[in-house]
């Protein structure tokens, strides 16, 4: 079975300039995080969505960063415009409800920097 | 979330078991405890998971001290490919917040 994917696996861009990462989470798993990690640093939630809706999103920059979840299955992250300080490592990750017993995995990530 | 206090960095020699400790004094009874590990240019890798009981999988095995105020990862035989960064999480079991909030982690050296 197909674990977490996401793409692009790694993006330079110039600053001011927009970036987009996709996500699919594993088939049937209707919760899905993004999550950002600084170099040397553990992972930092930025939004989690139970099926289509964002039930968490009190971390994520709302003044350049946005994110989608339309038919509940795949999802986007979308920063715009981009800043040197985003440059870091964006992880999605999928779990089967919202029960803690249930694993959460996570993606290869997507590798950001921004010149 | 509970916090976790792990040590920075430990070493271990090829071959032997690496135990990695971890301190969760504040944990709740409804607070699971979560490993994952992340090499280098990885995504976090989930290795095993528990409430009370002690655990095993093919991977690890985790000991949970009856208080549930420590637990230890175990690698039975630890091989070069094990070098990574191990994080300890214990995570709540309501409607709080179903997230992992990770701390530092201890930055584990299988050295030959």
């Known amino acids: 079975e197909a674990g977490v994917v996401q793409s692009p696996r790694y993006k330079i861009i110039e600053k001011k300039q927009p970036v987009a990462f996709w996500c699919n989470p594993i088939s049937g798993h209707n919760t899905l995080y993004w999550y950002r990690q600084n170099l040397g640093q553990g992972p930092e939630l930025l939004i989690r969505?139970?099926?289509?809706?964002?039930?968490?999103d009190s971390q994520l920059p709302k003044d350049r960063f946005s994110a989608e979840r339309l038919k509940g299955v795949d999802s986007t992250l979308k920063i715009q415009p981009a800043e040197l300080g985003d440059s870091a490592v964006y992880l999605c990750a999928s779990s089967f409800g919202d029960f803690s017993g249930n694993t959460i995995y996570f993606g290869e990530g997507s590798w950001l920097t921004v010149v | 979330d509970a916090k976790t206090t792990q040590p920075t960095s430990m070493d271990c020699a090829e071959g032997r078991a690496a135990n990695l400790p971890c301190n969760h004094s504040t944990i709740s009874g409804n607070e699971y405890v979560y490993w994952y590990r992340q090499i280098h240019s990885q995504g976090p890798q989930y290795i095993i998971h528990?409430?009370?009981n002690n655990e095993t999988n093919e991977m690890a095995s985790l000991i949970i001290t009856e208080d549930r105020k420590s637990s230890t990862l175990i690698l039975p035989h630890a091989t070069l490919r094990d070098t990574a960064v191990y994080y300890c999480?214990?995570?709540?079991?309501?409607?709080?917040?179903?997230?992992?909030?990770f701390g530092g982690g201890t930055r584990l050296m299988v050295k030959p």
């Open positions: 969505y139970e099926n289509e809706e964002a039930v968490d």
């Open positions: 999480i214990v995570r709540v079991g309501d409607n709080a917040g179903n997230m992992l909030t």
């Open positions: 528990g409430l009370k």
